[in-house]
């Protein structure tokens, strides 16, 4: 979401769900802004699978632009639309703990081991909207690339959230015709997977929807970030806007 009158859109629905008694925490990355300072600076970046190879140059450059420009934005704008946002990384009261990831060499990407919700809990109860950066904290101080994607999820199954909601570029989960598959079961996203429905970037968004799922969340909603109101309208509408996954 790179427009200004789309972020204030967004922050008011997310302070309007505050008001209506939902308790939102916002889970955000900043692909596109750590591209821009990357290339400003000269640091090369590539990905391995969908996952960018972090150097400690990169590292320090994601954390300056993830804790504060993209995080303190969306804190602005909330508070803007008249939330009380808090801005947080992972590393603030050991929120999203992590190791380095072991599958493949990625630099200092990281792989969480233990999400500690309880300072989300007591921002909630005092009526604050966490917003949430996710760079995670290693026991030995270094601060870790984690996939936003697996974040939401992990902190969402921390919360015991009803739903998870996952605003991306696209409109949803679409089928073999390019139309949105308004509601699918958990069970059947592997053979979506399996026969080429969903390919692509919408691959490790649908496994972290999985993840939340079998972790306890209820529902998990893919729906465009693009799309004015797309939350409420998810939310609030019979049809809804978007894709939504159910446990069963």
Request: hydrophobic share 40%; glycine share 10%.
């Amino acid at each position: 979401m790179e427009d200004e009158a789309l972020k204030r859109s967004v922050a008011k629905d997310i302070v309007l769900l505050k008001y209506v008694g939902i308790c939102p925490v916002v889970v955000h990355g900043g692909g596109p802004e750590i591209n821009q300072w990357l290339d400003k600076l000269g640091i090369e970046s590539s990905f391995v699978e969908g996952q960018r190879v972090t150097t400690p140059q990169a590292m320090e450059v994601i954390e300056m632009v993830l804790t504060g420009k993209v995080n303190k934005s969306l804190v602005h704008y909330i508070n803007l639309g008249g939330g009380r946002a808090v801005g947080l990384s992972g590393k603030d009261a050991g929120l999203i703990q992590a190791k380095r990831y072991e599958k493949k060499d990625l630099g200092l990407v990281g792989e969480i081991t233990r999400i500690n919700p309880e300072i989300l809990i007591q921002f909630e109860q005092n009526g604050y909207i966490p917003v949430i950066s996710t760079v995670g904290y290693h026991p030995d101080g270094t601060s870790l690339n984690i996939n936003a994607d697996v974040a939401a999820a992990q902190i969402a199954i921390a919360l015991k959230a009803e739903k998870l909601i996952m605003l991306s570029n696209v409109e949803g989960i679409l089928d073999t015709n390019k139309s949105i598959i308004k509601q699918i079961v958990a069970s059947e996203i592997k053979h979506h997977i399996e026969v080429g429905t969903i390919s692509g970037g919408m691959i490790p968004k649908v496994n972290s929807a999985l993840s939340a799922i079998e972790g306890g969340v209820r529902q998990v909603h893919v729906i465009s970030g693009d799309t004015p109101h797309s939350i409420l309208l998810e939310l609030f509408t019979d049809v809804g806007i978007g894709s939504m996954i159910k446990a069963s």
